[in-house]
């Protein structure tokens, strides 16, 4: 199972666009990477997944390298309900596999 | 709807209770897990089921026990647990037949253990 590496805390202000660089050198020719973000006492959401290059939705992007050792999460405008822990997962995507969380990372937004 | 619900959202129980967790999903997903999460931990895995049957068990103590009685329901028997099993715990699901692998989360039991 690869093995994710990212910041253990970030620190950022309302209206910045905050990215989050997850390292994944041995990331498998079919692993998928996934980002979900959770705030204290609650599950943790999915917010976005990707294989290559970029991938964007409602809420954020997405940056995959051609060499895929590495992966960056952007969020546009954070605010103050942006600050919680964020995860990068690699993982086999097929249902039924493991996710193997890392420590993540913990986004503060201050006003 | 992708909403993943679980009952009850906290329970206290002494280390001779017996206690279930309850889990139910109607998104038609096919593949259940269960989470335990200490404070300022990740997520941990427990235990998988795919059409409702255990296909992983992550060493977990026999105190723990899984069941998944339909493929919308999960439960997770509590017998004997020690104050160390304290913690929040999650269920999670996704759709088999979907060609990428997104588990949603309930919001999760908190458990105490005196």
């Known amino acids: 199972l690869a093995k994710t590496t990212q910041p253990i805390s970030m620190d950022s202000y309302e209206g910045q666009e905050v990215n989050i660089t997850c390292s994944h050198n041995n990331i498998a020719t079919n692993d998928y990477i996934t980002w979900y973000q959770q705030f204290p006492s609650q599950g943790p959401r999915f917010i976005i997944q990707?294989?290559?290059t970029k991938v964007t939705n409602e809420v954020a992007s997405l940056f995959i390298p051609a060499d895929r050792k590495s992966s960056t999460l952007s969020l546009p405008r954070v605010s103050l309900s942006d600050t919680a822990v964020y995860y990068c997962l690699v993982h086999y995507n097929q249902a039924g596999t493991a996710l193997i969380f890392g420590k993540g990372t913990t986004l503060s937004v201050s006003s | 709807d992708t909403e993943v619900t679980q009952t009850p959202k906290h329970l206290v129980m002494g280390m001779t209770n017996k206690k279930s967790l309850k889990c139910e999903q109607h998104m038609g997903h096919r593949a259940m897990y269960w989470y335990k999460q200490k404070a300022k931990k990740p997520p941990e895995l427990m235990f998988v089921?795919?059409?409702?049957?255990?296909?992983i068990n992550e060493s977990v103590p026999s105190r723990f026990s899984p069941e998944c009685p339909n493929s919308s329901l999960l439960n997770l028997h509590l017998h004997a647990l020690q104050p160390e099993d304290s913690a929040l715990y999650l269920c999670?699901?996704?759709?088999?037949?979907?060609?990428?692998?997104?588990?949603?989360f309930g919001p999760g039991t908190r458990l105490t253990v005196l």
């Open positions: 990707g294989y290559k």
């Open positions: 999670a699901s996704s759709s088999i037949r979907a060609s990428t692998d997104t588990q949603y």
């Open positions: 089921y795919s059409y409702e049957k255990l296909s």
